[in-house]
């Protein structure tokens, strides 16, 4: 019994040392984006500041020439639109392929799960030229549509599916319920775990997504946030406070997306096996 509680007494420190390792940076952003300019390169160094500057965030986004805001709503608005037609797209089509009986079914599943190990870097050639020939480059065309076809999503939502109970549908078809039916009332509301999660890491890789906007974006206005910081450090390498700011400013909507769905998220991992 003494073993088993010193072991859990270490693992414990262990644990809170980890967290606190993690932490530190994103405790060191935020302190030094509400540092007055001249306090972030005193020496020594100094972790709190001597004057609380909380109007850093708000000259970040009145700077001239960082269409700052523009780049926030550009991310915001391919997050959101993003993360609903992929979700959508990907419980439609891992319920075929999980509920539905058709020729060829398995080997099709095959191959979108081969289709997962194959690097971006080697469809961006075809794809940018198809969007070329669209004239799509430039738009938010190019930055939602070859997004859309997610692997992962339809492998996750299938084990998922796969694991409901079979009795549930066939008392719905025994009530008349069709397949889209089915779906839509029965599926996603027991699939919400599993959607939830999906929803979180399609939203993190849009949010975070940087050489594809890069790639099929021109102008200044079509910039994505992550872009937006690059292009800032560039030009603001001097103003370390403005560049933690617009960095926070990033992270931040992320980090509270996942505090208020942390337990879908681990209920959709742990309720899935792999069959």
Request: hydrophobic share 55%.
């Amino acid at each position: 019994m003494k073993d088993s509680k010193i072991s859990t007494i270490i693992w414990n420190i262990l644990l809170v040392i980890c967290a606190i390792l993690m932490l530190l940076p994103i405790f060191w952003m935020l302190v030094t984006s509400l540092k007055p300019a001249e306090e972030v390169y005193l020496s020594p160094l100094q972790i709190l500041p001597n004057k609380w500057q909380p109007f850093n965030y708000i000259e970040l986004f009145l700077q001239p020439g960082a269409p700052l805001v523009r780049w926030f709503w550009n991310s915001v608005f391919l997050a959101i639109v993003t993360t609903i037609l992929v979700v959508f797209i990907s419980a439609l089509t891992a319920f075929a392929f999980a509920r539905l009986q058709f020729p060829f079914r398995d080997h099709l599943f095959f191959i979108i799960v081969a289709a997962m190990v194959v690097p971006g870097q080697v469809t961006l050639v075809p794809v940018y030229i198809i969007l070329q020939k669209l004239r799509w480059i430039d738009t938010y065309y190019a930055l939602i549509i070859p997004s859309l076809a997610s692997p992962f999503g339809v492998f996750l939502l299938r084990q998922f599916f796969l694991n409901m109970p079979s009795e549930i549908e066939e008392a719905a078809r025994i009530d008349g319920c069709g397949d889209f039916r089915i779906f839509v009332q029965i599926i996603l509301p027991l699939a919400r775990p599993a959607l939830t999660t999906l929803a979180i890491f399609t939203a993190l890789g849009s949010w975070n997504g940087f050489f594809w906007p890069l790639i099929v974006t021109n102008s200044l206005n079509m910039r994505t946030l992550p872009i937006g910081l690059a292009i800032l450090n560039g030009q603001w390498w001097s103003e370390q406070h403005l560049l933690m700011a617009a960095g926070f400013t990033c992270g931040f909507p992320i980090f509270i997306l996942y505090l208020l769905f942390e337990n879908q998220i681990e209920k959709g991992v742990t309720a899935m096996s792999f069959r």
